[in-house]
């Protein structure tokens, strides 16, 4: 795919970056839509890429990475299945992210974390403004997939250790506000790399991967995991990010999740979000998305920053090719 074709899902661009607040149609619906639009144009070269077959040593071999919307599992779970009314009613709150968070943990997500959280896909890419609560969606993933599935390994892993920090004390957070949560933590190492270890043998753990350059990705070699989340994965070198992605190398089954705000340059992030014919779920949502965002904000940052930050900042735009990388203690 020619990166010039690239068009969004949600034409920001087109409305001037006003916000849409939510969706008309279903999210799974205009994402099949989307794809097919590309599809039909000769933009891309398969009409959903996330679902298809493949011809290999003359045999046909299913390609599912996504399942459509995860809340439909639901339909599936049958009282006939299990012995008590307590656990059919268990299995319905456990069986998605947004049910399982807002019965435990009495969290109520913004329409676009709702859209990132029941997204089936196995690899995801958030390119998403400042102060969108992404960092709240990563930890309600992490602590969903954790909870719910027996010896499930969650790796968080982030360019420095105060955003590693962030989002594991968000996880934290979370789940004070349910006793049975706390109760099934078995350890909770909050020195670097952090680690929350729960009694069903899963463990969410937290590691720095280093900025600007290479080289501190060591201590991430050679792990196992069922979930990777990597965060301002912009800022975390491609050599490390490569060290990062070997480990699906030892598990077909790792699902990935990548999200930043845009730096400008044309690393992974970038490739990942524009090439639709690679199986990468775009989410772009712009800072004015979220509820908290108001006229003065706006004009407050605008005024803070140049036009091309502005774009990159709170628009998640990736803007004119940059050069060189930003300062580390911009992020911290």
């Not at 008309?24 to 994402?31: G, M, Q």
């Not at 997204?119 to 930890?139: D, E, I, Q």
């Not at 706006?298 to 060189?324: D, L």
Request: one cysteine or more.
């Amino acid at each position: 795919m020619n990166y010039n074709d690239y068009e969004s899902e949600l034409p920001y661009k087109e409305r001037d970056y006003k916000p849409f607040k939510a969706r008309k149609n279903h999210f799974c619906e205009d994402c099949i839509l989307y794809y097919k639009n590309l599809h039909d144009r000769g933009i891309t070269k398969r009409e959903f890429p996330f679902r298809y077959e493949k011809e290999e040593n003359g045999t046909t071999r299913k390609i599912l990475s996504c399942t459509y919307d995860l809340r439909l599992r639901t339909q599936g779970i049958k009282r006939d299945d299990f012995d008590t009314d307590e656990d059919y009613e268990e299995a319905i709150r456990c069986a998605d992210p947004i049910t399982w968070a807002y019965t435990e943990l009495g969290w109520e997500p913004r329409w676009y974390q709702e859209e990132i959280l029941s997204c089936s896909s196995k690899y995801k890419a958030v390119r998403a403004g400042r102060r969108c609560g992404k960092s709240t969606a990563l930890g309600v993933m992490a602590l969903w997939y954790a909870i719910t599935n027996k010896n499930f390994e969650v790796l968080i892993i982030c360019p420095y250790v105060a955003q590693v920090a962030k989002i594991m004390d968000s996880i934290r957070e979370l789940m004070s506000h349910s006793p049975g949560v706390s109760n099934s933590i078995s350890r909770d190492v909050r020195s670097s790399p952090q680690v929350i270890e729960f009694n069903n043998g899963s463990k969410i753990r937290g590691f720095a991967a280093g900025g600007s350059s290479s080289g501190r990705s060591d201590q991430i070699r050679g792990q196992d995991a069922d979930l990777i989340i990597m965060d301002e994965v912009d800022y975390i070198a491609d050599a490390d990010i490569e060290v990062i992605m070997a480990i699906l190398s030892s598990n077909k089954n790792t699902r990935i999740m990548v999200s930043s705000t845009p730096t400008g340059l044309r690393s992974r992030l970038f490739n990942w979000t524009r090439n639709k014919d690679e199986p990468w779920k775009e989410f772009w949502y712009i800072s004015a998305e979220s509820p908290g965002w108001e006229p003065e904000i706006e004009e407050m940052y605008r005024n803070m920053y140049s036009p091309g930050g502005f774009a990159r900042e709170f628009s998640a735009e990736f803007g004119e090719e940059a050069s060189g990388v930003f300062r580390g203690p911009d992020l911290q």
